[in-house]
T-cell receptor, first 112, second 114 residues
Framework: KAGVTQTPRYLIKTRGQQVTLSCSPI?????VSWYQQTPGQGLQFLFE???????NKGNFPGRFSGRQFSNSRSEMNVSTLELGDSALYLC???????????FGEGSRLTVL | GNSVTQMEGPVTLSEEAFLTINCTYT??????LFWYVQYPGEGLQLLLK?????DKGSNKGFEATYRKETTSFHLEKGSVQVSDSAVYFC?????????????FGGGTRVLVKP
């Protein structure tokens, strides 16, 4: 069974640009969550989608948004990038809501 | 709100040494507790979990017991190997809330030397 796939793995952007990250969950998993990982703040929850609906949302500004498609694939978008948005963005899928998450390897975003 | 506190690393050990990583939590309700591990260059993997008080989660020689009275979920392994070098994250999920929103601790880096 294929794992969670995130693309792209690495990307470099400049301040003010926007970026879209993609996540393909494990087949059959309907829940997709996104986390931001930085050395200073650790792992912070961004949002969770289930059946194309946002089920949970973290404390991030509106520049961070996401969506989920009917095939459970998810994208997150960050607009008007800031230097502080440099991070590893992790996607995780889950078959239910018991907190057992299966993570992808992440998309490492560098903002210059 | 919910929070998880774990000991800061790095923790440096010799092979076959005993490993303990402390984790305490603050939560409303009765959370489920998890330990995730992140090997270099990889995403997180679920190591073990416990869903109610006094439950013991175990996997790959690692164990952790859900202690409600001390709000703790310490991770232990009796004899570590070089391959256990990784970053370990303690996390909780509020079972009273819908969905999979996890609150993570800051992570503890473990380095096992041969």
């Amino acid at each position: 069974k294929a794992g969670v796939t995130q693309t792209p793995r690495y990307l470099i952007k400049t301040r003010g640009q926007q970026v879209t990250l993609s996540c393909s969950p494990i087949s059959g998993h309907r829940s997709v969550s996104w986390y931001q990982q930085t050395p200073g703040q650790g792992l912070q929850f961004l949002f969770e989608y289930f059946s194309e609906t946002q089920r949970n949302k973290g404390n991030f500004p509106g520049r961070f948004s996401g969506r989920q498609f009917s095939n459970s694939r998810s994208e997150m978008n960050v607009s008007t990038l800031e230097l502080g948005d440099s991070a590893l963005y992790l996607c995780a899928s889950s078959p239910g809501q018991a907190g057992e998450l299966f993570f992808g390897e992440g998309s490492r975003l560098t903002v210059l | 709100g919910n929070s998880v506190t774990q000991m800061e690393g790095p923790v440096t050990l010799s092979e076959e040494a005993f490993l303990t990583i402390n984790c305490t939590y603050t939560a409303t309700g009765y959370p489920s507790l998890f330990w995730y591990v992140q090997y270099p260059g990889e995403g997180l993997q679920l190591l073990l979990k416990a869903t109610k008080a006094d439950d013991k989660g175990s996997n790959k020689g690692f164990e952790a017991t859900y202690r409600k009275e001390t709000t703790s979920f310490h991770l232990e392994k009796g004899s570590v190997q070089v391959s256990d070098s990784a970053v370990y994250f303690c996390a909780l999920s509020d079972r009273g809330a819908a969905g999979n929103k996890l609150t993570f601790g800051g992570g503890t880096r473990v380095l096992v030397k041969p």
